[in-house]
């Protein structure tokens, strides 16, 4: 992802309209839709001056974003998938090997399938090492109105708790999310094509919001994220792309391993 660090980056939230805006020279954004509960909590203790008494009047989603295709971008819409595996914590994510299993899985059970990989430059060598011997397109030059155009018209999206799966979210892009527990408040629930993957079994029964960490190849990660199965990933991935549509019957929702077994 491109950012130019001159950029003035301004949110404001305004309660009379619900919305959130984002305006700089080179960007233009205006979104406006319906927040969800915890969506609410979560800019409320952010910016709690800035919502005093906010009531949903519970419009439907309507969202205005500049999308671009990118330059040498090399897949049709609806041909590809983006997978956007890192992000400001690793806590969050799952080991290399694993990911890479799910795209060797993606590529051999969906022929013709484009696999993107979305990340920053500081994540390149991490996205190489995901990537290796897969015919995968990693993408890091991407500006914001870019990576917009390139999630939009993907036929699947998945990703971990970043900024970028909330942009999946608003775009309502059919998603799989792979979910802690650590900060309830994140969770992109208000995306009604979302799949959320998590496993609570090992987290701290006296304080969900605490998760327990498990250490693999001298990383550590949440339980909640290392424990959700491969299985759960690779039906998942399975079932949202078996129809062209963002809406699949039984796919969205969320998914806790330790409730469904």
């Not at 969900?208 to 339980?223: A, M």
Request: charged share 20%; glycine share 8%.
């Amino acid at each position: 992802m491109r950012l130019d660090p001159a950029i003035k980056f301004n949110i404001a939230l305004v309660p009379g309209n619900k919305s959130i805006g984002f305006y700089d020279p080179a960007l233009d954004v205006t979104l406006e839709y319906r927040i969800s509960e915890r969506i609410y909590q979560n800019f409320r203790r952010i910016v709690s001056y800035a919502l005093p008494g906010w009531q949903d009047a519970g419009r439907p989603l309507a969202v205005r974003l500049p999308r671009v295709r990118p330059q040498g971008f090399p897949y049709e819409a609806g041909t590809y998938a983006v997978f956007h595996l890192f992000g400001t914590s690793i806590k969050h994510a799952l080991p290399p090997e694993r990911w890479c299993a799910l795209l060797r899985h993606a590529s051999r059970a969906h022929p013709g399938l484009g696999l993107v990989l979305t990340g920053t430059h500081a994540e390149q060598s991490a996205m190489a090492e995901v990537a290796a011997g897969l015919p995968v397109f990693c993408a890091t030059e991407l500006s914001i109105q870019e990576l917009i155009w390139v999630i939009d018209n993907a036929a699947l999206y998945v990703g971990i708790d970043t900024g970028v799966t909330h942009i999946a979210g608003v775009l309502q892009q059919k998603s799989i999310v792979v979910r802690h527990c650590s900060d309830p408040s994140w969770i992109p629930d208000y995306n009604l094509h979302a799949r959320v993957l998590l496993n609570s079994k090992n987290c701290n029964p006296e304080d969900p919001t605490r998760c327990l960490v498990v250490e693999d190849g001298g990383v550590e990660y949440r339980r909640c994220t290392y424990d959700i199965s491969d299985e759960s990933l690779r039906t998942s991935l399975d079932l949202g792309l078996s129809a062209p549509q963002r809406y699949v019957p039984g796919f969205a929702g969320v998914i806790d391993e330790a409730v469904v077994a």
